[in-house]
């Protein structure tokens, strides 16, 4: 189980950092129009913004990171609960304002790796 963990726990910061480069560089390309589902020009008007929300999307995965490591080098879980704990409040709150969707694609993979931390123990 505590492979599972780990895999589950870099998969969460693989997203993140995926959202990093949505948010910072893609964000008025068109694949972050169509991820975002905005016109140009609410793109332009709201860049700003996303770069800044995708540099604590880099700061998520580098915690989770963090947390993995201290895992798998026998350290503990609480770097990786407490990051994951974001995550998936994090994945709620935007569920319930921004996107439903939200709560699949963020808040559910961070509680199946919380679990799955937590029963590695």
């Known amino acids: 189980m505590h492979i599972v963990a780990l895999l589950l726990v870099g998969l969460v910061a693989l997203a993140h950092v995926g959202f ?3 948010e910072m560089f893609l964000w008025e390309k ?4 169509k991820v975002f589902r905005q016109s140009p020009e609410s793109a332009a008007r709201s860049a700003v913004l996303a ?3 995708g540099l604590y999307n880099g700061f998520l995965a580098a915690g989770l990171l963090w947390g993995a490591w201290t895992v798998a080098s026998g350290g503990g879980s609480a770097i990786a609960t407490f ?3 974001c995550v998936a409040i994090a994945g709620i709150y935007g569920a ?3 996107s439903r ?11 199946f790796a919380l679990a799955a931390v937590w029963i590695a123990g």
């Open 20 to 22: 990093l480069v949505l």
């Open 30 to 33: 068109p694949l972050g129009l």
């Open 51 to 53: 770069k800044n929300q």
């Open 83 to 85: 990051f994951l704990g």
């Open 96 to 98: 319930i304002t921004v």
């Open 101 to 111: 969707g939200i709560f699949f694609v963020q808040a559910v993979p961070a509680l």
